[in-house]
């Protein structure tokens, strides 16, 4: 039997030149915001207000680090291939950057 945590996924949803990630667990939407990055930096993916988070979705508050890894997988998985992802907790963002040859 599946769990909620079992059961999730990513989609996004592009609009120009940013959009949104959204995060599915079971009945649960974690939304993310992202937007082109600059440098080796390609997408920036981040909770629109950290300091809101936890009022927002305390479902995800003891398991943040769990869910950006798991957007960040799959963001790798479904729209970049070959590059890597950095996840900085402490401001809810992933960074998508380029692999770095050697």
Do not use: N
Request: proline content about 6%.
């Amino acid at each position: 039997m599946k769990t909620p945590t079992d059961d999730w996924s990513v989609e996004c949803k592009p609009s120009g030149q940013h959009g949104y990630v959204f995060y599915h667990e079971g009945t649960r939407e974690l939304p993310l915001y992202w937007e082109y990055g600059g440098g080796d930096v390609i997408v920036i993916v981040r909770f629109d207000e950290p300091d809101k988070f936890a009022l927002r979705h305390p479902w995800a508050v003891e398991r943040k680090r769990e869910i950006l890894e798991r957007v960040a997988g799959e963001l790798i998985r479904q729209q970049a291939p070959g590059c890597r992802s950095e996840i900085d907790e402490r401001s809810l963002c992933i960074y998508v950057r380029e692999k770095i040859a050697g």
